[in-house]
């Protein structure tokens, strides 16, 4: 059982927190009545999916002694234009940094991912077609 | 188009920014290799849909003119067990504070944020079957 506790502050800012006792400031554009202290509730979902990858990857790579020495998540998600709407399409583009990463390691690692351990993205793949690529920056030098 | 960029700081911590500019830390407790320093992902999908209906709601009632003095949500939710593991199902708390509050304002407009308008909970509700309570506290005097 997961759970989380969100709090209105003021206007149109809320405050959440959960068992792991951080807290994430969320509040909206000023064109919905807004003043853009903190990130979009649509937004969290994004990045939620991507540090939830993120967090196998690295695992997967670090487990297959790859040398990395970078690793970002470029998440962007299309929404349904009726209501309610939804995300209909995500990609999630994963950006490997290191020493002779092997291709093969990078590309099973995202598949593990995203078909068996990340529990963000199987529930938001349960809504949205999920896509993904990949790039490898082979740094050189000991 | 909705976009986020995750990039791996340290270890399992990663740090996370969209469009809006707001950058929110992701980290992993020690049992999976973290230093518990940022949110859990799982937990900001649960923060991000209770942020989400959460603006609905205080929107809608203040126009219809409540005097809301306070709104909190508490979301849970439970996955399944195999893989790939995703939420199955999650609950939504509301605890609307205020004065002379109207039981009416308060369920409809949690009906018509979960059932029109929450772009997260629409994302969510394909993969777990949402509940929702609520409860309002009024408060007296001027």
Do not use: W
Not at 19 to 47: I, Y
Not at 84 to 97: A, D, G, L, Q
Not at 123 to 135: D, P
């Amino acid at each position: 059982m997961f759970n989380s506790k969100v709090k209105l502050v003021d206007n149109m800012q809320f405050i959440a927190t959960a068992d792991s006792g951080h807290a994430v400031v969320m509040d909206g554009p000023p064109n919905v009545g807004g003043n853009n202290t903190g990130s979009k509730p649509s937004e969290l979902l994004l990045m939620a999916f991507g540090g939830c990858s993120g967090m196998d990857v690295i695992s997967i790579l670090r487990k297959k002694k790859q040398d990395v020495t970078g690793l970002e998540m470029n998440v962007s998600g299309d929404t349904s234009g009726g209501h309610p709407r939804s995300f209909e399409k995500m990609h999630i583009e994963y950006i490997v940094t290191g020493r002779n990463i092997s291709d093969d390691a990078v590309k099973s690692s995202i598949e593990l991912s995203l078909g068996k351990y990340c529990l963000v993205g199987a529930t938001i793949g349960k809504s949205a077609e999920i896509t993904h690529s990949y790039k490898i920056v082979q740094e050189s030098g000991q």
